[in-house]
């Protein structure tokens, strides 16, 4: 999922293709997919009209997998729908994933898969470790215990037949997501967790990169 406008980034460019440590942030998510032998072909969703910018910073085994590179939506969940519509038949499985997490590790990228073994739907979590409140009018609404509380992460991983189904009922529904995992538990199917990494960085902010690249780095080391 490469299709955000990166608008809390402010790079004026999109933020995918953004130079971590000499490579575009996109070519770092594509490959840490692509190195699997069992991730047997990709789908791009880009911004309109940038899809052949986006798919050209691609090299190696993610370029050789890459099926399709297709515009996205006016939110994610058209985005991912859109990707999902294009999956090849014969498909059983997706792994839904963030060009915004160039930090994927290899280990993660297999907890999930290998969780698809025996579960329709799994997500990564990890922990909330800050105290949460509720900010209402600049203001202390309520404070959230964090005990059962968790942060989600990509690549989230899913039988195709299922959630291509919980996006197509959420459009009919008019039900809005910006979580894969949502809209499979708005149909009151199971959704398994296995743990996430801190690692695992949603770069969403300028100073995201300086993070990014430093685990990049040890991670190459």
Aim: one cysteine or more; charged letters at 25%.
């Amino acid at each position: 999922m490469a299709a955000g406008s990166g608008s809390r980034f402010d790079a004026g460019a999109p933020k995918q293709t953004t130079m971590l440590n000499g490579r575009a942030m996109i070519a770092w998510s594509a490959e840490i997919l692509a190195a699997s032998s069992r991730v047997t072909g990709l789908i791009l969703v880009a911004p309109a009209g940038a899809e052949g910018e986006i798919r050209s910073l691609l090299a190696g085994e993610a370029e050789r997998k890459l099926q399709a590179a297709l515009s996205g939506g006016f939110t994610r969940q058209d985005s991912v729908y859109n990707g999902l519509e294009r999956v090849p038949e014969g498909t059983t499985h997706v792994l839904i994933h963030d060009a915004a997490r160039p930090c994927l590790s290899p280990a993660l990228r297999d907890r999930i898969i290998d969780a698809l073994a025996s579960h329709d739907a799994v997500v990564p979590a990890i922990p909330v470790t800050d105290t949460l409140i509720r900010d209402m009018d600049a203001g202390v609404d309520a404070i959230l215990d964090r005990v059962n509380l968790a942060g989600v992460q990509t690549p989230q991983g899913f039988r195709l037949e299922l959630i291509r189904r919980a996006h197509r009922i959420a459009r009919e529904r008019g039900f809005k997501s910006s979580d894969d995992g949502s809209l499979v538990l708005a149909l009151a199917e199971k959704v398994a967790t296995v743990p996430g990494e801190r690692t695992n960085l949603k770069v969403t902010y300028r100073d995201d990169v300086i993070i990014a690249e430093a685990i990049l780095k040890k991670g190459a080391a």
